[in-house]
């Protein structure tokens, strides 16, 4: 079984681009999340789909960032325009449980990460 | 606010020592705590995780958590540490934000295995 795939692994980019990221979740899980680890900082969350709707999206860190997941499958983040504190690697994750916490069956699936660098 | 605290950025053992990483956490009550590595090039692994009941809980490659809730602490272990241990590993603990479960992770520690 395929894992959570992210790409692409490695962007860079100036200062005013725009970079879009892309999430497939393990097949079949419902939740998928996005989490953010800037250099030297702890990993952080930035928002839950539960399906295609966003059940929580209270750590995006501004109106740049925009998250879809169209038909509930992959998800897509993109940056725009990006600033240089964007850089950073980010996570995606997903977990099928969406009964309580998506824990009780115990694990998310973290991809590899897409690590952005914005010059 | 919810906080993970790894003191140690980087560590360095020799292989076949024992390791004790440390993590604390700070919550009005028990979180659900968790022990995460990244290995070079990989994803993020689940080592283990406690949500109640016995406070030594066994993991995944020989590892052990031990949760203390007087020191507000789940520190990991390993008896014998292997090369291919070296990696980065984060504690995180869960608790419910806005509608949603959220980990909030600490800093990381670095370990670093030498022959």
């Known amino acids: 079984e395929a894992g959570v795939t992210q790409f692409p692994s490695h962007s860079v980019i100036e200062k005013g681009q725009t970079v879009t990221l892309r999430c497939d979740p393990i097949s079949g899980h419902d939740n998928l999340y996005w989490y953010r680890r800037v250099m030297g900082k702890e990993i952080k969350f930035l928002l839950h789909f539960v399906k295609e709707s966003k059940q929580d999206e209270s750590g995006m860190p501004n109106n740049r960032f925009l998250a879809e997941r169209t038909g509930g499958t992959y998800s897509t983040l993109k940056v725009q325009p990006a600033e240089l504190e964007d850089s950073g690697v980010y996570f995606c994750a997903s977990s099928q449980d969406i009964a309580g916490t998506p824990f009780d069956t115990g694990e998310l699936f973290f991809g590899e990460g897409s690590r952005l660098t914005v010059l | 606010a919810q906080s993970v605290t790894q003191p140690d950025i980087h560590i360095t053992v020799s292989e076949g020592a024992s390791l004790e990483l440390r993590c604390n956490y700070s919550?009005?009550?028990?979180?659900?705590l968790f022990w995460y590595v990244q290995s070079p090039g990989q994803g993020l692994q689940l080592l283990l995780k406690y949500f109640s009941g016995d406070t030594l809980v066994q993991g995944i490659k020989g590892f052990e958590a031990e949760f203390k809730r007087s020191q507000s602490s789940f520190n990991l272990r390993k008896p014998s540490v292997h090369w291919s241990d070296a990696a980065e590993y984060f504690c995180a603990a869960l608790y419910s934000g806005a509608g949603s479960y959220q980990l909030t992770f600490g800093k990381g520690t670095k370990l670093s295995v030498i022959p």
């Open positions: 919550y009005g009550a028990t979180p659900y």
